[in-house]
């Protein structure tokens, strides 16, 4: 590590180095190209904070760093595609999933190019940098550009199995994943597969569909409220899109009613893609839509932001029981 300029000076790089959940993405990297894949990685100089700086210095003749140059890197990356390389490009989701969008519905996905693009620190991780980099508007607009697949993995080892099964998805794929600091939810053998959710519990009076962040959540809201005798049930939908249609029509059929939870604005997101099915299956069950309802985050800790919106197990559990006794 450089020595800090001056001894007044925020030690971000030191701080982020105490970060353990900061290792999976380029641990994920490095198994794939030790594996012989031709992985390429960049960053909009960012490597600090999505962990990248890992695979760079262990091969840094395949690290690209772009600078504050976000589109410049996702139109860079369809191009290295085009070539026989395996591009993983990450910034911010609020940049990669929205500054980009263009970039990535032309040169990524109309192109067919198989990029993929890791938006980080999603929904309101970022806290205190404000609503201008918050994503909560990420999921609605990814999902929105034919043949893009979207994955929210829970936790690092979710994240790493998305990864590695990327590297035989012939479709390009965007990622949206936390700051590092997700709670686990996973052993590191868990699998993943594209389009399949991981059903945890199932429910008679409720089924809770999460995704990211926010599973862990629902998960100890559900365990509380089961036992206490309800019958509470959790399905992890990683897998946005393509979505797991099955394991969502087989809840409505044992469930009374249905719940989804994202760190997400409530329009567009996991909500409405499950609304989407049900509705197309004619399936009547009530669904109650929960995340952030149509309004621009606040500005404060995440943690803070998180009890503020009811994204924390209690207020998961405060919004699930409303919506039984509605």
């Keep these: 590590m450089n020595a800090p300029l001056s001894p007044n000076s925020w030690q971000y790089r030191g701080l982020n180095a105490l970060n353990p959940g900061l290792s999976y993405l380029s641990d994920a990297l490095i198994e794939l190209t030790k594996a012989g894949y031709p992985?390429?990685?960049?960053?909009?100089?960012?490597?600090y904070s999505n962990g990248l700086n890992k695979f760079a210095s262990q091969?840094?003749?395949?690290?690209?760093?772009?600078?504050?140059?976000?589109q410049n890197m996702v139109t860079a990356a369809a191009g290295l595609a085009t070539c026989g390389v395996m591009p993983f490009v990450a910034t911010f989701a609020s940049f990669l999933g929205l500054l980009c969008c263009?970039?990535?519905?032309?040169?990524v996905a109309y192109s067919a190019q198989p990029v993929r693009l890791i938006g980080h620190h999603t929904g309101i991780s970022l806290g205190f940098y404000g609503t201008s980099h918050h994503a909560t508007e990420d999921i609605a607009t990814m999902r929105s550009i034919a043949d893009l697949a979207v994955v929210?993995?829970?936790?690092g080892p979710q994240?790493?199995?998305?990864?590695?099964?990327?590297?035989t998805y012939d479709k390009p794929v965007y990622f949206r994943i936390g700051r590092g600091r997700d709670p686990i939810v996973y052993q590191d053998d868990v699998v993943f597969e594209f389009g399949k959710a991981h059903e945890h519990i199932e429910g008679e009076e409720l089924t809770i569909i999460a995704c990211g962040i926010t599973v862990h959540a629902a998960l100890a809201a559900a365990r509380k409220m089961n036992a206490e005798g309800r019958s509470v049930g959790v399905i992890d939908m990683a897998s946005i899109k393509p979505i797991d249609r099955d394991v969502i029509l087989r809840a409505a059929?044992?469930?009374?009613?249905?719940?989804?939870?994202?760190?997400h604005n409530v329009l567009g997101g996991l909500g409405a893609a499950v609304a989407e099915v049900l509705s197309d299956e004619g399936v009547g069950v009530k669904l109650k839509r929960h995340g952030i309802y149509d309004e621009?985050?606040?500005?404060a800790p995440p943690t803070h932001l998180y009890e503020h919106y009811k994204l924390d197990a209690a207020g998961i559990e405060e919004v699930a029981l409303a919506h039984l006794n509605a």
Excluded: C, H, N
């Excluded at 091969?59 to 976000?70: A, D, M, N, T, V």
């Excluded at 994240?159 to 590297?167: D, G, H, P, Q, T």
């Design 152 to 155: 929210s993995p829970a936790d």
């Design 102 to 107: 263009e970039q990535i519905r032309m040169d």
């Design 59 to 70: 091969y840094p003749e395949r690290y690209l760093q772009f600078g504050i140059s976000e």
């Design 39 to 47: 992985v390429m990685a960049g960053s909009a100089d960012l490597q």
């Design 296 to 299: 621009y985050s606040l500005i």
């Design 253 to 263: 059929a044992r469930s009374k009613r249905m719940m989804t939870v994202e760190e």
């Design 159 to 167: 994240l790493v199995a998305a990864i590695k099964a990327s590297a």
